[in-house]
């Protein structure tokens, strides 16, 4: 085999090795780029082709044809990465540039949900209450005649029995017309001393600018020896004056429950928009009457006590001004978002 044959053979790998570097620097992106690896890397590449050439030439002439190839090879490959590396480095910096955050824009809003005006009355009156040292309880909206009337010393011929106040259910039942029940119910359960507050809904057919036929009330009662009508009046003094403020007017009268004797109703002066004013009624409250301490066992030779029953609608009206009950229970947006 003539020598004429391994020259050729180098000179073609050489000039191959050039044409490559030009076709590299050339290629517009990573697809073309992996074009040219094909090309001449590749299983049928040309370097694969020269490589199948030396079995033309002589055994101690293919190492060193060998060697060039390889060398030529190698040149290739590592354009081919420098290339890629460009490439890639080009492409992260468009992104940085495309994916910039701008901090100077403003936030998303998330708009925040928040407790409705009587949830959160509720929660006031009956966290003052607990401060001072009263248990939480709840009863039943559902109620029969024993707990919403008789045991509170409310007679059969009583209006408040009416069907026109109070609704019935079919089977005897009835919807509780007060908080007063869940008295009864706690007393039956504990043993004095003991005070107790009771939120819950109570219902009444009734219906106008300040009456709903579902409504909120809190109760709230503490029976021991010894308890006074000036205990009633410290504590209620105290829990208007912690819910209103200090300097909201508020007279104390005298009232009639059957199931307190003495009764006091407590007003709440009103500040109207027009600048007219008036007293509102906001809760009735007295001494535990005997009979109601007899039917839960207690003996009332032993035990006094004092019960109140708040309407939380009328305390969260005149706190926020709000002059109409049903705007309460409308889920109108704008009117909750206010509070
Ligand atoms: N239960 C009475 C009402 O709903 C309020 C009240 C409660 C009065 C406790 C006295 C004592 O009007």
Known sequence: MSDGELESLIARARELGEVAGGRIAAAADLPALENERVAWLGKKG???????RLGSLTPDQRPQAGQVINEVKEAISGRIDRRRAEFEKAERSRRLVGEKLDITLPGRPHPRGRLHPLTQAVRDIVGILRDIGFDEVRGPDLEDE??????????ADHPARDMQDTFYLAGGGLLRTHTSPVQIRAM??????LAVVAPGRVYRCDADQTHSPMFTQVEGFMVAEDIRMSDLKGVLELLLQ???GKDRPYRMRPSFFPFTEPSAEFDILWEKDDG??????????GMI?????EAVGYDPQKYTGFAFGLGVERFAMLRSGVDNIHAFYENDQRFLRQF
């Open 46 to 52: 040309e370097m694969a082709g020269l490589m199948r």
């Open 146 to 155: 024993f707990h919403n009337f008789e045991a509170l010393n409310i007679p």
């Open 188 to 193: 039956k359960g504990r043993k004095p001393p």
């Open 242 to 244: 912690r819910f209103f």
């Open 276 to 285: 007219s004013t008036s007293w509102l009624e906001v809760l009735g409250s």
């Open 289 to 293: 009457h005997p009979a109601v301490l």
